[in-house]
């Protein structure tokens, strides 16, 4: 079983920046991928960026070169850094993991992010 504890979400204005952070109950070497996914209201959850065990990244279209996914092994943590954030980006993120050798997806709580002027 994997605890994972989001923080880091809230209002910020078009442009502004956010960083959220997920904390892991198990060491991070245990975890083949980590990362963020996206939740609106009435529509599947969606990909923003991962990260694997090795340091390989994968990030929607829309997330590249404004987001930054980062692990923090000696903290248990991943972050993700959104800079020059729109409105669009609006919703509830949702910190996601997979252990190596299973196909269990363990889920945050999930935090909301809210762009707006």
């Known amino acids: 079983q994997v605890q994972l504890v989001e923080s880091g979400g809230g209002l910020v204005q078009p442009g502004g920046s956010l960083k959220l952070s997920c904390a892991a109950s198990v060491n991070l070497f245990s975890i083949y991928v980590m990362g963020w996914y996206r939740q609106a209201p009435g529509k599947q959850r969606e990909l923003v960026a991962v990260?694997?065990?090795?340091?390989?990244?994968n990030y929607a279209d829309s997330a590249k070169g404004r987001f930054t996914i980062s692990r923090d092994n000696a903290k248990n943590m991943v972050n993700l850094q959104m800079n020059s954030l729109k409105v669009e980006d609006t919703d509830v993120y949702y910190c996601n993991a997979r252990l190596y050798g299973q196909v269990t997806n363990y889920w945050g709580q999930g935090t909301q992010v809210t762009v707006s002027s």
């Open positions: 990260i694997t065990g090795g340091g390989s990244t």
